[in-house]
């Protein structure tokens, strides 16, 4: 079945430092592709998404492409502030109902003033 | 704005309890979706919906029922509450249909203690 792996955490990077967390997926379709953020104490946002290869999305500064030929959507940012503390959580969806809705184990970054 | 939203954020209930977690969205969403998030494990699905008073288990259904009367609502049933059913639980929706693109919108979740 299909199936997202993350990079194993916890980051914990310094204020302004460059910040990249690993994503691959496996899926016999051609599945949309998302990126999930958790702040604490809340629930899931959506932070950004693909749907087909070489998109590439982007949202508050946050970027990741849609890479079919190595099957991944590394999410990237540039200088990472205090306030984007939060676990990352990796999904695609192959199905329009969301029932194959696959997440990954999620990514906690921790960033230092 | 697009909201769903859960009865309660924080609940202490104990074992044997029954209890009830409530989920309304206000999107007309056909699909809903109950999980629940532990430290190591991620998001597992336990219980969906694809419609009023239709329902799917998920992966980690055991121990739990839901029950879909309309469209908008969606409960999360603990018959009896033990205290391995200690979680986070988080809702989620979805507009239906064939689309891939379309993403899952989730409450602000309900963290369960039952001691």
């Known amino acids: 079945g299909d199936s997202v792996t993350q990079m194993e955490g916890p980051v914990t990077l310094s204020e302004e430092a460059f910040l990249t967390i690993n994503c691959t997926y496996t899926a016999t379709g051609y599945p949309s592709l998302f990126w999930y953020v958790q702040y604490p104490g809340e629930g899931l946002q959506l932070l950004l998404k693909a749907t087909k290869a070489d998109d590439k999305g982007s949202n508050k500064g946050f970027e990741a492409t849609y890479r079919k030929e190595t099957t991944s959507f590394h999410l990237e940012k540039g200088s990472v502030q205090v306030s984007d503390s939060a676990v990352y959580f990796c999904?695609?969806?192959?199905?329009?109902?969301?029932?194959?809705?696959?997440f990954g184990p999620g990514t906690r970054l921790s960033v230092l003033p | 704005d697009v909201k769903v939203t859960q009865s309660s954020r924080y609940l202490v209930k104990r074992t044997g309890e029954k209890v009830f977690l409530e989920c309304v969205q206000d999107?007309?969403?056909?699909?809903m979706f109950w999980y629940r998030q532990d430290p190591g494990l991620g998001l597992r699905l336990i219980y969906f919906?694809?419609?009023?008073?239709?329902?799917e288990k998920g992966d980690i259904p055991e121990g739990y029922s839901v029950s879909r009367e309309k469209k908008e609502r969606f409960s999360l049933i603990l018959e009896s509450a033990s205290t391995n059913q200690t979680s986070m639980y988080l809702c989620a929706s979805i507009l239906g249909g064939q689309s891939s693109y379309n993403e899952q919108f989730f409450g602000p979740g309900t963290r369960l203690t039952v001691l």
């Open positions: 919906s694809y419609d009023v008073k239709m329902k």
């Open positions: 999904a695609l969806s192959d199905d329009g109902g969301g029932q194959n809705f696959v």
């Open positions: 999107m007309d969403h056909e699909n």
